[in-house]
Protein backbone atom coordinates (compact mmCIF):
# COMPACT_ATOMS: atom_id res chain seq x y z
CA UNK A 1 0.00 0.00 0.00
CA UNK A 2 2.60 2.13 0.86
CA UNK A 3 4.35 1.38 -2.19
CA UNK A 4 1.12 2.60 -4.06
CA UNK A 5 0.78 5.78 -2.71
CA UNK A 6 4.57 6.37 -3.10
CA UNK A 7 4.04 6.08 -6.72
CA UNK A 8 0.75 8.60 -6.81
CA UNK A 9 3.12 11.29 -5.48
CA UNK A 10 5.68 10.38 -8.03
CA UNK A 11 2.66 10.59 -10.83
CA UNK A 12 1.44 13.79 -9.41
CA UNK A 13 4.77 15.25 -8.88
CA UNK A 14 6.66 14.71 -12.68
CA UNK A 15 3.23 14.59 -14.71
CA UNK A 16 3.09 17.67 -15.96
CA UNK A 17 6.98 17.75 -16.59
CA UNK A 18 6.63 14.62 -18.67
CA UNK A 19 4.12 15.87 -20.65
CA UNK A 20 5.59 18.82 -22.01
CA UNK A 21 8.18 16.90 -22.63
CA UNK A 22 6.42 14.43 -24.78
CA UNK A 23 4.80 17.07 -26.39
CA UNK A 24 7.67 18.27 -27.45
CA UNK A 25 8.78 15.90 -28.97
CA UNK A 26 5.57 14.35 -30.65
CA UNK A 27 4.00 17.71 -31.14
CA UNK A 28 1.04 15.55 -30.92
CA UNK A 29 -1.55 15.56 -27.87
CA UNK A 30 -2.61 11.89 -28.11
CA UNK A 31 0.57 10.64 -28.78
CA UNK A 32 2.38 12.50 -25.81
CA UNK A 33 -0.62 11.59 -23.45
CA UNK A 34 -0.41 7.66 -24.55
CA UNK A 35 3.31 7.69 -24.28
CA UNK A 36 2.76 9.49 -21.04
CA UNK A 37 0.62 6.60 -19.94
CA UNK A 38 3.20 3.97 -21.44
CA UNK A 39 5.94 5.67 -19.30
CA UNK A 40 4.05 4.97 -15.97
CA UNK A 41 3.25 1.76 -16.75
CA UNK A 42 6.56 0.82 -17.37
CA UNK A 43 7.80 2.29 -14.71
CA UNK A 44 5.52 0.32 -12.42
CA UNK A 45 6.97 -2.68 -13.93
CA UNK A 46 9.72 -1.76 -13.48
CA UNK A 47 9.93 -0.22 -9.96
CA UNK A 48 11.49 -2.95 -8.15
CA UNK A 49 14.41 -2.54 -10.21
CA UNK A 50 14.49 1.13 -9.27
CA UNK A 51 17.56 1.72 -7.73
CA UNK A 52 17.08 4.38 -5.75
CA UNK A 53 18.82 7.68 -7.80
CA UNK A 54 16.73 10.66 -9.08
CA UNK A 55 13.22 9.88 -10.18
CA UNK A 56 12.69 12.52 -12.77
CA UNK A 57 15.41 11.73 -15.10
CA UNK A 58 14.93 8.12 -14.01
CA UNK A 59 11.06 8.64 -15.72
CA UNK A 60 12.61 10.46 -18.47
CA UNK A 61 14.95 8.01 -19.43
CA UNK A 62 12.21 5.62 -19.45
CA UNK A 63 9.85 8.36 -21.65
CA UNK A 64 12.67 8.56 -24.14
CA UNK A 65 13.07 4.99 -24.68
CA UNK A 66 9.00 5.16 -24.97
CA UNK A 67 9.40 7.35 -27.69
CA UNK A 68 11.78 5.83 -29.75
CA UNK A 69 9.75 2.99 -29.73
CA UNK A 70 6.50 5.15 -31.03
CA UNK A 71 9.07 7.12 -33.10
CA UNK A 72 9.90 3.50 -34.92
CA UNK A 73 6.57 2.25 -35.57
CA UNK A 74 5.30 6.20 -36.69
CA UNK A 75 8.03 6.02 -39.50
CA UNK A 76 6.64 2.50 -40.38
CA UNK A 77 3.37 4.05 -41.19
CA UNK A 78 2.12 6.32 -44.21
CA UNK A 79 2.56 10.08 -43.46
CA UNK A 80 -0.41 12.19 -41.83
CA UNK A 81 -0.93 15.58 -41.09
CA UNK A 82 0.22 16.61 -37.75
CA UNK A 83 -1.66 18.98 -35.80
CA UNK A 84 -0.47 21.87 -34.55
CA UNK A 85 0.18 22.53 -30.70
CA UNK A 86 0.35 25.03 -28.97
CA UNK A 87 0.60 25.99 -25.44
CA UNK A 88 -2.03 28.19 -24.05
CA UNK A 89 -1.06 31.73 -23.00
CA UNK A 90 -3.36 33.67 -20.52
CA UNK A 91 -5.46 36.00 -22.16
CA UNK A 92 -4.82 39.59 -21.33
CA UNK A 93 -0.80 39.25 -20.41
CA UNK A 94 0.52 40.33 -23.87
CA UNK A 95 4.22 39.41 -22.67
CA UNK A 96 2.82 36.06 -21.88
CA UNK A 97 1.53 35.72 -25.80
CA UNK A 98 4.71 37.10 -27.15
CA UNK A 99 6.99 34.52 -25.34
CA UNK A 100 4.51 31.74 -26.19
CA UNK A 101 4.95 32.51 -29.85
CA UNK A 102 9.23 32.62 -29.48
CA UNK A 103 9.14 29.26 -27.17
CA UNK A 104 6.33 27.74 -30.15
CA UNK A 105 9.01 29.12 -32.86
CA UNK A 106 11.34 27.48 -31.47
CA UNK A 107 9.77 23.93 -30.56
CA UNK A 108 8.50 24.02 -34.03
CA UNK A 109 12.50 24.93 -34.88
CA UNK A 110 13.55 21.71 -32.55
CA UNK A 111 11.44 19.55 -34.07
CA UNK A 112 13.26 19.66 -37.37
CA UNK A 113 16.20 17.86 -36.16
CA UNK A 114 16.75 14.74 -35.54
CA UNK A 115 15.83 12.73 -32.81
CA UNK A 116 18.54 11.89 -31.30
CA UNK A 117 19.97 15.81 -31.38
CA UNK A 118 16.00 17.02 -30.43
CA UNK A 119 15.80 15.02 -27.25
CA UNK A 120 19.16 15.60 -26.30
CA UNK A 121 18.45 19.96 -27.00
CA UNK A 122 14.96 19.27 -25.45
CA UNK A 123 16.44 18.04 -22.48
CA UNK A 124 19.49 20.44 -22.07
CA UNK A 125 17.75 23.64 -23.27
CA UNK A 126 14.14 23.30 -22.90
CA UNK A 127 14.17 21.14 -19.22
CA UNK A 128 17.40 21.72 -17.90
CA UNK A 129 19.24 18.47 -17.34
CA UNK A 130 22.58 17.93 -16.79
CA UNK A 131 24.97 16.85 -19.48
CA UNK A 132 25.49 13.95 -17.27
CA UNK A 133 21.99 13.24 -16.72
CA UNK A 134 20.92 13.47 -19.88
CA UNK A 135 24.10 10.97 -20.98
CA UNK A 136 21.98 8.57 -18.35
CA UNK A 137 19.01 9.02 -19.75
CA UNK A 138 20.05 8.59 -23.47
CA UNK A 139 22.75 6.05 -22.78
CA UNK A 140 25.04 8.34 -24.88
CA UNK A 141 28.46 9.18 -24.14
CA UNK A 142 29.24 12.23 -22.35
CA UNK A 143 30.73 13.47 -25.04
CA UNK A 144 28.63 12.63 -27.76
CA UNK A 145 25.74 14.16 -25.51
CA UNK A 146 28.25 17.36 -25.71
CA UNK A 147 28.93 16.81 -29.47
CA UNK A 148 25.11 16.42 -30.22
CA UNK A 149 23.97 19.44 -28.40
CA UNK A 150 26.61 22.18 -30.10
CA UNK A 151 25.43 20.95 -33.41
CA UNK A 152 21.77 20.64 -32.74
CA UNK A 153 22.18 24.63 -31.32
CA UNK A 154 24.28 25.19 -34.43
CA UNK A 155 22.09 23.86 -36.92
CA UNK A 156 18.81 25.95 -34.80
CA UNK A 157 21.21 28.62 -35.39
CA UNK A 158 21.74 28.55 -39.03
CA UNK A 159 17.86 28.06 -39.12
CA UNK A 160 17.02 30.93 -37.31
CA UNK A 161 19.76 33.00 -39.93
CA UNK A 162 18.23 32.02 -42.91
CA UNK A 163 14.55 32.53 -41.80
CA UNK A 164 16.11 36.63 -41.21
Avoid: C
Avoid at 13 to 40: G, N, P, V
Avoid at 79 to 103: G, K, L
Avoid at 136 to 150: A, H, I, N, P, Q
Amino acid sequence: MAQQHNFEHIYKQHMHDLLRYLLSLTRRKESAEDLMQETFYRALLHLETYKGEEVKPWLFKIAYHAFIDWYRKEKKRPTVEIEEWHFTPQPSAEEQVMIQSEIDGWLSDVSALPPAKQNIVLLRDYHGFTYEEIAEMTGFTLSKVKMDLYRGRQQLKKRKEEDG
